[in-house]
């Protein structure tokens, strides 16, 4: 397994031949841009920030060694990555550029001592103290900001760093950005750049909502604050904390005071603006007292209100940054300091079994209390029965917390120098955990289901679900979900008491509510009563597509139930349909086939299914708009297609596919799934949380395909 450490970087970079380091240079820059893609366009990141700065600091160094080995794509070269469809193009007028990347102290004083040496060479003398400006890096979305004549007329994404994306429409929404500056001498243009984010505290409060409501939780507030903005309707981003601070100009017309001298002072006079400027921004005299601020910054940064993951110096003197200049990717006069990712250790005091909408158990560590990024954690995900059995983790053991940017912390046994869990006194005498043989929520007998790759791991499934009161919750929360029926006020406490109460048994139960039985209900009002009467009634005639998502069957997900429903247009001709016509929906091979019509044709479904028509719910039907016919049997896939006979690894979660679904399509399309990688793997498709697979593909040079890169791929002619 690579490791990703300064030390390690360095060590690979000087001991290799020029055709090693041509061989690694074609591993590194089409690795380094994917990573760069789900970051800047998907906001899916599925390597942490510091292992991507250190894998383009090893390209950095194999290029300066060997300079004929740069490449036309290679990531030193640009900033970022293109902007994604469905918004409008935002040129920057001036170039946003990324920063340099410093991981200890040594390098640090290093920088320092190259911008002395490069003042004194410019100008024939250096400073005595070089003063800096010191900042917290902030773990956002970056963002210009344009005023005319003092008035907000836009704002865009960094995107590649010449072109973002326009997102003017979201960022007028956010309260902390004003929408007209105030004070005199106002310039007539001005372009101001800094960080969109997620204040800690809203960001939390926003997830349990969306769990409430049966939606996935957002990863980490950076990828929630970059989704947000690319939302197309203002509203979303309305009804979201979000915030900004602002850390340097990008151009300035038109005034008639002069700027401010040192970079400092050029914030000041832009909070004198109205612009929300950092209040942890300070000035270092020399390069030890700016390491001092990095510490004790450092000590202090869990316990802001939101997330930082680094500290930025920057030279102070404005004249001394001109001087300085800028190299291709960024400025000579600016360098990050990444602080090291959060982990802790801590005992695992238990393992308990949770039942999710679809029946699936998965286990959860409870562990000793403990402190990881700024956050007391308490339980975390052990994922699934093969994750338990990699590390054999049992209750007692010494184990580690990682956050890591990451909402959901990870649970894993100490590795030795090795990467093999460290095997601790009175372990073997600890019980194995393993997992219950019956639904932990109703008693009923779990199946086990096999998942896309051997060993991606299989899943335990309670078969029971229309009475296991665990899936009820979750099942009532996701189709009451905007995704879904979008029923509003349906929340988690309501729904609760209804489960609790004996109200609700099965789906078709809420349409049986009335308003002596809900306003009688805790917190229920009759005017809220009301709202969630008239909320039901107008679900009754949501189109089939979110019909489908509602009803949660396993394997169909929102672009699932859209092609279904195109298909077959109604749900008669859906649950009338033999197998080998729905397999040719794409997405949907043999196992996702057989999930569905499991469903659909099981006695107790479509006595539910009747029972919800007899109570008005209709499942609209919509055109058919997806010709079957014209696709052809899925098996019948051209010899010269480009996925025929290609060995294919899954891992990671995809957006809008599951990994059974991705797998039918591959098969489908005359190609192999295998459940590890090595130097047969023609293409591994990851998506988020991919783990090491990943780093496989990437030691052995196997291309990396995102979804997005899978469709294309299937779809080729």
């Given at each position: 397994?690579?490791?990703?450490?300064?030390?390690?970087?360095?060590?690979?970079?000087?001991?290799?031949?020029?055709?090693?380091?041509?061989?690694?240079?074609?591993?590194?820059?089409?690795?380094?841009?994917?990573?760069?893609?789900?970051?800047?366009?998907?906001?899916?990141?599925?390597?942490?920030?510091?292992?991507?700065?250190?894998?383009?600091?090893?390209?950095?160094?194999?290029?300066?060694?060997?300079?004929?080995?740069?490449?036309?794509?290679?990531?030193?070269?640009?900033?970022?990555?293109?902007?994604?469809?469905?918004?409008?193009?935002?040129?920057?007028?001036?170039?946003?550029?990324?920063?340099?990347?410093?991981?200890?102290?040594?390098?640090?004083?290093?920088?320092?001592?190259?911008?002395?040496?490069?003042?004194?060479?410019?100008?024939?003398?250096?400073?005595?103290?070089?003063?800096?400006?010191?900042?917290?890096?902030?773990?956002?979305?970056?963002?210009?900001?344009?005023?005319?004549?003092?008035?907000?007329?836009?704002?865009?994404?960094?995107?590649?760093?010449?072109?973002?994306?326009?997102?003017?429409?979201?960022?007028?929404?956010?309260?902390?950005?004003?929408?007209?500056?105030?004070?005199?001498?106002?310039?007539?243009?001005?372009?101001?750049?800094?960080?969109?984010?997620?204040?800690?505290?809203?960001?939390?409060?926003?997830?349990?909502?969306?769990?409430?409501?049966?939606?996935?939780?957002?990863?980490?507030?950076?990828?929630?604050?970059?989704?947000?903005?690319?939302?197309?309707?203002?509203?979303?981003?309305?009804?979201?904390?979000?915030?900004?601070?602002?850390?340097?100009?990008?151009?300035?017309?038109?005034?008639?005071?002069?700027?401010?001298?040192?970079?400092?002072?050029?914030?000041?006079?832009?909070?004198?603006?109205?612009?929300?400027?950092?209040?942890?921004?300070?000035?270092?005299?020399?390069?030890?007292?700016?390491?001092?601020?990095?510490?004790?910054?450092?000590?202090?940064?869990?316990?802001?209100?939101?997330?930082?993951?680094?500290?930025?110096?920057?030279?102070?003197?404005?004249?001394?940054?001109?001087?300085?200049?800028?190299?291709?990717?960024?400025?000579?006069?600016?360098?990050?300091?990444?602080y090291p990712p959060p982990e802790v250790a801590t005992v695992l005091d238990a393992v308990d079994f949770q039942v999710g909408r679809t029946g699936v158990v998965t286990p959860v560590a409870r562990v000793r209390p403990v402190r990881v990024g700024g956050v007391t954690v308490t339980n975390a995900t052990l994922h699934n029965e093969d994750y338990l059995r990699r590390y054999d983790l049992r209750v007692g053991d010494a184990v580690t917390v990682k956050r890591a940017?990451?909402?959901?912390?990870?649970?894993?046994?100490?590795?030795?120098?090795?990467?093999?869990?460290?095997?601790?006194?009175?372990?073997?005498?600890?019980?194995?955990?393993?997992?219950?043989?019956?639904?932990?929520?109703?008693?009923?007998?779990?199946?086990?289901?096999?998942?896309?790759?051997?060993?991606?791991?299989?899943?335990?499934?309670?078969?029971?679900?229309?009475?296991?009161?665990?899936?009820?919750?979750?099942?009532?929360?996701?189709?009451?979900?905007?995704?879904?029926?979008?029923?509003?006020?349906?929340?988690?406490?309501?729904?609760?008491?209804?489960?609790?109460?004996?109200?609700?048994?099965?789906?078709?139960?809420?349409?049986?509510?009335?308003?002596?039985?809900?306003?009688?209900?805790?917190?229920?009002?009759?005017?809220?009563?009301?709202?969630?009467?008239?909320?039901?009634?107008?679900?009754?005639?949501?189109?089939?597509?979110?019909?489908?998502?509602?009803?949660?069957?396993?394997?169909?997900?929102?672009?699932?139930?859209?092609?279904?429903?195109?298909?077959?247009?109604?749900?008669?001709?859906?649950?009338?349909?033999?197998?080998?016509?729905?397999?040719?929906?794409?997405?949907?091979?043999?196992?996702?086939?057989?999930?569905?019509?499991?469903?659909?044709?099981?006695?107790?479904?479509?006595?539910?299914?009747?029972?919800?028509?007899?109570?008005?719910?209709?499942?609209?039907?919509?055109?058919?708009?997806?010709?079957?016919?014209?696709?052809?049997?899925?098996?019948?896939?051209?010899?010269?297609?480009?996925?025929?006979?290609?060995?294919?690894?899954?891992?990671?979660?995809?957006?809008?596919?599951?990994?059974?679904?991705?797998?039918?399509?591959?098969?489908?399309?005359?190609?192999?799934?295998?459940?590890?990688?090595?130097?047969?793997?023609?293409?591994?498709?990851?998506?988020?949380?991919?783990?090491?697979?990943?780093?496989?593909?990437?030691?052995?040079?196997?291309?990396?395909?995102?979804?997005?890169?899978?469709?294309?791929?299937?779809?080729?002619?």
């Open positions: 397994m690579t490791e990703w450490t300064p030390a390690a970087v360095r060590a690979r970079a000087e001991a290799v031949t020029e055709a090693e380091a041509r061989a690694r240079v074609d591993v590194l820059v089409p690795a380094i841009n994917d990573h760069s893609r789900r970051y800047h366009t998907d906001d899916a990141p599925i390597v942490d920030d510091r292992t991507y700065d250190l894998m383009v600091r090893e390209l950095e160094l194999l290029e300066t060694r060997f300079p004929t080995l740069v490449r036309d794509d290679s990531p030193t070269l640009r900033v970022g990555d293109v902007p994604i469809d469905g918004l409008v193009p935002f040129p920057h007028e001036v170039p946003m550029l990324s920063l340099g990347n410093a991981f200890s102290a040594d390098e640090l004083r290093e920088w320092a001592r190259r911008v002395g040496d490069r003042l004194a060479k410019e100008t024939g003398s250096a400073p005595e103290v070089l003063a800096l400006a010191v900042e917290p890096k902030l773990d956002g979305l970056a963002c210009e900001l344009v005023y005319e004549d003092g008035v907000l007329t836009g704002a865009g994404t960094r995107g590649d760093g010449e072109v973002g994306e326009d997102v003017t429409h979201n960022v007028r929404t956010i309260r902390a950005i004003p929408a007209r500056l105030h004070g005199d001498d106002l310039p007539r243009r001005l372009s101001v750049r800094g960080e969109i984010l997620f204040p800690l505290e809203g960001f939390a409060e926003m997830n349990r909502k969306r769990e409430a409501e049966g939606l996935k939780p957002f990863e980490n507030p950076r990828n929630a604050a970059a989704g947000t903005m690319r939302q197309l309707d203002p509203r979303l981003a309305a009804g979201r904390p979000l915030t900004f601070f602002a850390h340097s100009f990008g151009f300035l017309e038109g005034t008639g005071a002069p700027l401010a001298p040192s970079h400092l002072a050029q914030l000041h006079q832009l909070a004198a603006w109205g612009l929300p400027t950092n209040p942890l921004n300070a000035r270092a005299e020399g390069i030890e007292a700016a390491l001092e601020a990095i510490e004790a910054l450092g000590a202090t940064r869990h316990d802001l209100p939101y997330e930082i993951d680094g500290v930025v110096l920057k030279v102070d003197d404005v004249e001394a940054q001109r001087v300085l200049g800028f190299v291709t990717r960024a400025p000579r006069w600016a360098i990050a300091y990444k940017g990451d909402v959901i912390p990870r649970v894993e046994k100490p590795l030795d120098a090795e990467g093999r869990p460290v095997e601790e006194p009175g372990h073997a005498d600890r019980p194995e955990t393993v997992f219950p043989e019956t639904c932990p929520a109703c008693g009923t007998p779990l199946e086990r289901h096999e998942t896309a790759g051997a060993d991606e791991g299989k899943k335990w499934v309670c078969p029971n679900t229309l009475s296991c009161p665990a899936q009820l919750r979750a099942g009532l929360r996701h189709l009451a979900s905007r995704g879904a029926l979008d029923i509003e006020g349906l929340g988690a406490k309501l729904i609760d008491q209804l489960v609790d109460g004996g109200l609700v048994r099965r789906v078709s139960d809420l349409w049986d509510l009335d308003l002596a039985t809900l306003s009688g209900l805790d917190r229920m009002a009759e005017k809220s009563a009301n709202n969630v009467l008239a909320q039901l009634e107008r679900a009754k005639d949501r189109p089939l597509d979110k019909a489908l998502v509602a009803l949660g069957i396993a394997d169909v997900g929102e672009a699932t139930a859209r092609d279904l429903a195109r298909a077959f247009g109604s749900l008669e001709a859906l649950i009338d349909a033999p197998a080998e016509r729905i397999a040719l929906v794409p997405g949907v091979g043999p196992s996702v086939t057989a999930s569905l019509q499991r469903f659909l044709h099981e006695p107790h479904t479509r006595a539910e299914l009747d029972r919800l028509r007899a109570q008005g719910v209709r499942f609209a039907a919509v055109p058919v708009t997806l010709d079957l016919d014209a696709l052809g049997q899925p098996a019948a896939a051209a010899d010269d297609h480009p996925v025929r006979g290609k060995v294919f690894v899954l891992t990671g979660t995809l957006p809008t596919m599951t990994r059974d679904e991705a797998k039918e399509r591959i098969l489908a399309a005359g190609g192999h799934v295998k459940g590890s990688v090595s130097r047969k793997t023609d293409y591994v498709v990851a998506g988020a949380e991919a783990g090491s697979k990943l780093d496989k593909a990437q030691e052995l040079g196997v291309e990396v395909l995102d979804e997005a890169g899978l469709v294309a791929l299937l779809e080729a002619e």
